[in-house]
């Protein structure tokens, strides 16, 4: 296609670029519209997907970044049409208008569009800095790295496990700070190292920014495990000490290997007698029957759409009666299924019919 292009003239080129450009400027407001239309029929979720972003990452192939610019711009547009006009008209793009949408409001909309139009990124950072100053704060961010790392006799070649680079916040103004830590894979590695060789490893360098509440709750917390973590241990480190906390505690596989080795040891009769529990309401889901369908169900969305698209989202995931409760349906594992929150209430609406307003998705 390129080399086609050579043999137009300098006029040509100029012209065809200003057609391209306009044809892209119209396929954005036209998106826009599709976009709208998609969350106002609900037409993501009835393809398997748990939120308009999913259905704009997975099914469009769109970027997380322009996902959620088109997906910003497209609500926006719905509350307050005059950001239509002038996105048409290019006085505004998708990057400023996702950056003034949190600080719109009826009242302010006027006045706030009519100081953007037509300035710059950074000059529309500074006009919503004045409503919102938080917004000033770095965006969370997640940025992926291959570094090399020496090989040495305590760590053998394609070993996964964390290293600890001993990485501390860095002040940001008086109550925040700007968090990193890091994660990673190997990557690849050769199969006999010599000595002194290096590996290569993905890493993900991670930059937060947390309130100073968070941050006195993570000191906390490093203290009562002091006990259990390195000295001066890192942010990664801690982070991930945490992480395997609430995995022990929450991972219904793991829950599930606890009852079945407490079930091998022998109870006494009286004992056994204590702990059975008494009559639940139809609605309670016992902890055991709750686990096996996390577990039987991949802890995943079991909705699946007339396009045969099953949605398996992780993500806000409920336990749903497939026969509801108040038509007879019993907590039992064979009438209870994963769902997730967006799929949940999309049932719920096709057994029972909608009530009350419906939240973004």
Not at 279 to 286: G, Y
């Amino acid at each position: 296609m390129f080399e086609s292009l050579r043999s137009l003239s300098d006029s040509q080129i100029v012209s065809g670029i200003k057609t391209a450009r306009a044809k892209e400027h119209d396929g954005m407001l036209s998106s826009l519209g599709f976009l709208v239309e998609t969350e106002r029929r609900q037409l993501h979720l009835k393809q398997s997907f748990s939120s308009l972003f999913d259905y704009c990452t997975r099914e469009l192939r769109y970027s997380e970044s322009q996902a959620m610019r088109r997906i910003t711009a497209a609500r926006c547009v719905v509350r307050f049409p005059d950001v239509f006009r002038l996105l048409e008209d290019r006085e505004v793009n998708l990057g400023t208008i996702s950056r003034v949408a949190k600080i719109l409001t009826p009242d302010n909309c006027d006045n706030v569009l009519a100081r953007i139009s037509g300035k710059s990124l950074r000059e529309v950072e500074a006009i919503v800095a004045e409503f919102d100053p938080a917004a000033a704060l770095p965006r969370d961010r997640v940025r992926t790295v291959v570094v090399r790392v020496p090989v040495t006799p305590s760590r053998s070649v394609g070993e996964n496990h964390l290293r600890y680079g001993g990485k501390k916040p860095s002040s940001v103004g008086v109550s925040t700070s700007t968090c990193e830590h890091v994660k990673h894979g190997t990557v690849s590695a050769p199969a006999k190292p010599l000595a002194g060789a290096a590996v290569l490893e993905r890493k993900a360098v991670v930059q937060f920014t947390a309130s100073e509440a968070v941050m006195q709750k993570l000191e906390r917390i490093r203290s009562l495990a002091s006990h259990r973590l390195p000295a001066n241990a890192s942010l990664e480190q801690l982070i991930d000490f945490m992480a395997d906390y609430v995995i022990q505690r929450e991972d219904p596989a793991l829950r599930e290997a606890r009852r079945k080795a407490r079930a091998a040891q022998p109870v006494e009769p009286t004992r056994r007698a204590a702990v059975t529990p008494a009559a639940r309401s139809p609605r309670q889901i016992p902890a055991r029957v709750r686990d096996q369908v996390f577990l039987r169900d991949k802890q995943q969305c079991t909705y699946v759409g007339p396009n045969g698209k099953r949605c398996a989202s992780t993500h806000v995931l409920q336990i749903d009666h497939i026969t509801p409760v108040a038509r007879g349906g019993a907590s039992t594992a064979n009438n209870l299924r994963l769902l997730c929150a967006y799929h949940n209430r999309l049932e719920a609406e096709r057994l029972m019919g909608r009530r009350g307003p419906r939240a973004v998705t």
